[in-house]
T-cell receptor, first 115, second 111 residues
Framework: EDKVVQSPLSLVVHEGDTVTLNCSYE??????LLWYKQEKKAPTFLFML????IEKKSGRLSSILDKKELFSILNITATQTGDSAIYLC???????????????FGQGTILTVHP | SQTIHQWPATLVQPVGSPLSLECTVE??????LYWYRQAAGRGLQLLFY??????ISSEVPQNLSASRPQDRQFILSSKKLLLSDSGFYLC??????????FGPGTRLTVT
């Protein structure tokens, strides 16, 4: 059975701190790993990672994948109160010969940033 | 890019009543479509997925069913709701290996 585990489950920091969120996985026929940010409603897409060692960056957020050790990290530098959210990690596999690839989600990390 | 529409945003239903949640997709054709449930603000559990009209696969046994009558329409239903059906329901869509886009969600409370 496919499995995605995120840690920590929750994290409280102050503005300006740097945080690292972890995601480890066990998935057959791995295709990609995705990070999402969820505030009040729908998750919004952050990054999709397919290759090891290549950092994806967007502003203060960055992420990297290690396909040998089966994990990814999401870094947020100089945190702001607007970064408070649930951060979800998901891994996609691919079923041979189809366009469908199931996403398996982790439990999420609840990040709270205090002023 | 595609846009996922979902309604209603919130719903309160008594136990034993029927349910119908609708999801429509804009901006793409032949999407893969998904229904997820999220409990207590945690991870998403995949309930159903569909790769085409009339093609539905269920991931977990439950009191719910899904249908895809048109290419860009995905419906989640129940004949008789249970208390345990309460949760936040999200519809999502994607094409092949690209990122999934999510609708705004429906918060269902069964009383």
């Amino acid at each position: 059975e496919d499995k995605v585990v995120q840690s920590p489950l929750s994290l409280v920091v102050h503005e300006g701190d740097t945080v690292t969120l972890n995601c480890s996985y066990e998935v057959t026929n791995f295709r990609s790993l995705l990070w999402y940010k969820q505030e009040k409603k729908a998750p919004t897409f952050l990054f999709m990672l397919t290759s090891s060692g290549i950092e994806k960056k967007s502003g203060r957020l960055s992420s990297i994948l290690d396909k040998k050790e089966l994990f990814s990290i999401l870094n947020i530098t100089a945190t702001q109160t607007g970064d408070s959210a649930i951060y979800l990690c998901a891994v996609r596999n691919i079923r041979g010969g189809t366009s469908y690839g199931k996403l398996t989600f982790g439990q999420g990390t609840i990040l709270t940033v205090h002023p | 890019s595609q846009t996922i529409h979902q309604w209603p945003a919130t719903l309160v239903q008594p136990v034993g009543s029927p349910l119908s949640l609708e999801c429509t997709v804009e901006g793409t054709s032949n999407p893969n479509l998904y229904w997820y449930r999220q409990a207590a603000g945690r991870g998403l559990q995949l309930l159903f997925y569909s790769v085409g009209i009339g093609q539905i696969s269920s991931e977990v046994p439950q009191n719910l069913s899904a249908s895809r009558p048109q290419d860009r329409q995905f419906i989640l239903s129940s004949k008789k709701l249970l208390l345990s059906d309460s949760g936040f329901y999200l519809c999502a869509g994607d094409r092949a290996s690209y990122e999934q886009y999510f609708g705004p969600g429906t918060r269902l409370t069964v009383t």
